[in-house]
């Protein structure tokens, strides 16, 4: 077993920063392949970003392309996802998630392809 937590949520302005960390119990963090995903009220859990095991394939909706960047720091057990130029539209509980058996090294965008789930942190973006 492995557990997530999230932290870094908050409120704020339409333009703004915020960075969300995602801190993974175990020595087996180098090995997962890590995601964030995000649901907004009355829809569907949706993909936002991914990196593969090794960090070297990285892959973005289309949605947050060019402004939220995921990374890790394997030395920390922790996975991070930066968002900048944040929009109201961004407003949603936003999840971690980890593989920790990836068959190859690709940056995962299925749902159904992680096993472990954080609780969530609320991102709210005011106009």
């Known amino acids: 077993q492995v557990q997530l937590v999230e932290s870094g949520g908050g409120s704020v302005q339409a333009g703004g920063s915020l960075r969300l960390s995602c801190a993974a119990s175990?020595?087996?963090?180098?090995?997962?392949?890590m995601g964030w995903f995000r649901q907004a009220p009355g829809k569907e859990r949706e993909f936002v970003a991914a990196i593969s095991r090794s960090g070297s394939r990285t892959y973005y909706s289309d949605s947050v392309r060019g402004r939220f960047t995921i990374s890790r720091d394997n030395a920390k057990n922790t996975v991070y996802l930066q968002m900048n130029s944040l929009k109201p539209e961004d407003t949603a509980v936003y999840y971690c998630a980890a593989d920790l058996r990836p068959y190859s090294d690709g940056a995962k965008i299925l749902q159904s392809e992680y096993d472990y789930w954080g609780q969530g942190t609320q991102v709210t973006v005011s106009s």
């Open positions: 175990g020595r087996t963090f180098s090995s997962a392949a």
